[in-house]
């Protein structure tokens, strides 16, 4: 069972930036490939970026609306994935979530909420 816990949230003005951390325990974390979804009041969960298991090599993926100013990146060592998230837009604002994934295993943290500011 793995346990995922977001931080680093909170209210930024527009252009500005923010870093994420995801921080696991419970299990064998670069086992997982790992992402972050968000979700703004009335709207759907949205995939944000994803970052493949560390035998991998950690290749990367993005939601459309963050490519160029998004970077996800893991560090194995402390069992932590992070989202770096630049030149923020009033649309960015929802609630972060951080997902674990291997077959057969799919784990959520409580999440985090970034808020920009026009």
């Known amino acids: 069972q793995v346990q995922l816990v977001e931080s680093g949230g909170g209210l930024v003005q527009a252009g500005g930036s923010v870093r994420l951390s995801c921080a696991a325990s419970g299990g064998t974390f670069s086992s997982y490939a790992s992402g972050w979804f968000r979700q703004a009041p009335g709207k759907e969960r949205e995939f944000v970026a994803h970052?493949?298991?560390?035998?991998?090599?950690?290749?990367?993926s993005y939601g459309d609306s963050v490519k160029g100013r998004f970077t996800i990146s893991r560090d194995n060592g402390k069992n932590t994935v992070y989202l770096q998230m630049n030149s923020l837009k009033p649309e960015d604002t929802a609630v972060y979530y951080c997902?674990?994934?291997?077959?057969?295993?799919?784990?959520w943290g409580q999440g985090t909420q970034v808020t920009v500011s026009s």
């Open positions: 997902n674990a994934w291997a077959p057969g295993n799919d784990y």
């Open positions: 970052i493949s298991w560390s035998g991998s090599s950690g290749s990367t």
